[in-house]
């Protein structure tokens, strides 16, 4: 059992470990993720797209979003007061502001934004992931919270991690509210998840 210490301990050592890598390796990694992103077989031709604003270390996804298809919308997450992320379409030159937690957002009026059912196909960032698509937040619940309904239903929208190979742990003990991912790229792999038992 995955104790909140342990959780804890966990995320302290591998965001330790994601941030010591160097640029050259992160630029690669980068650029590596991508392919591996733009190469799922599910990855779609259009609609909308999420994916985040790289922090602390997280493996950065600008070389995935300039390879995308022309018919895919790209979008960042927003914070919604409700506790669940809404999305918003953005391309590099649109204004953003932080957010509660230092993180760029999408500058947009809250009508433009969009539910996270109206996603195709969304990229998250991670602590720690194992092979079986269980995934290590920051603790926070945003992503769980707001694709709840996947527990329930098949993709769309596709949840994929994204994390450098040394991010990766043995085994993680989900926790009920834990949404599974479809898959997992890093820099060296993908992991697809969608057949492997929970």
Do not use: K
């Amino acid at each position: 059992m995955t104790t909140p210490e342990h959780r804890r301990h966990l995320r302290t050592r591998l965001r330790a470990a994601r941030r010591a890598l160097t640029v050259p390796e992160r630029i690669a990694a980068a650029q590596s993720l991508a392919a591996r992103l733009l190469a799922l077989p599910f990855a779609p031709h259009q609609g909308y797209v999420a994916g985040y604003w790289a922090m602390d270390g997280e493996i950065a996804l600008h070389a995935w979003q300039l390879g995308l298809p022309r018919g895919c919308v790209y979008c960042l997450p927003v914070l919604h007061e409700d506790g669940r992320l809404r999305f918003a379409p953005w391309r590099p030159g649109d204004p953003l502001v932080a957010n509660r937690h230092g993180i760029p957002e999408p500058d947009v009026a809250s009508g433009s934004l969009l539910d996270a059912e109206a996603m195709t196909l969304v990229v998250l960032p991670l602590v720690g992931f194992d092979a079986r698509g269980h995934r290590l937040g920051m603790g926070g619940g945003w992503y769980d919270r707001s694709f709840a309904f996947r527990r329930e239903r098949a993709a769309p929208p596709w949840l994929v991690g994204a994390a450098f190979d040394a991010q990766r742990v043995e085994t993680l003990q989900p926790s009920d509210w834990d949404v599974a991912l479809d898959a997992v790229c890093t820099e060296s792999t993908t992991h697809d998840c969608r057949s492997i038992p929970a």
